[in-house]
């Protein structure tokens, strides 16, 4: 059974950090993309990051410019990873991990969020001014 969680949400003042985990777990993650996204009620679901398998152990990843140079994302295979830095009050949201079971062919970023086949149920990010 797939499951994808994520994990370490929660309350934080304006400034603060907080670093997301999920896992991805049931099939063969390893080699295909897995991504961050987050929406709030009413609002689009907005890309966060994307990571790609570019061999061995290693990951290329690519950041929405809104959140580049505060979020930080880093993955060892099935599990990714979200440093948020210097949060701000928009940054509240619910955050969410996408990923990718392996298919012949592959997939790399940037990758169609439409394309993702198992999704999170998400994890609370609150930022207090």
């Known amino acids: 059974q797939v499951q994808v969680v994520e994990s370490g949400g929660g309350l934080v003042q304006e400034g603060g950090s907080l670093k997301l985990s999920c896992t991805a777990s049931?099939?063969?993650?390893?080699?295909?993309?897995m991504a961050w996204y987050r929406q709030s009620a009413g609002k689009e679901r907005e890309f966060v990051s994307c990571t790609s398998w570019v061999g061995l152990d290693a990951y290329s990843a690519s950041t929405a410019d809104s959140v580049g140079g505060r979020f930080t994302t880093s993955r060892f295979k099935n599990r990714l990873f979200l440093q948020m830095n210097s949060l701000k009050p928009e940054d509240t949201d619910m955050y969410y991990c996408a990923a990718e079971p392996y298919k012949i062919g592959g997939g790399y970023c940037p990758y169609p969020s439409t394309n993702f086949d198992y999704w999170g149920q998400g994890t609370q990010v609150t930022v207090s001014s």
């Open positions: 049931g099939s063969s993650f390893d080699e295909s993309p």
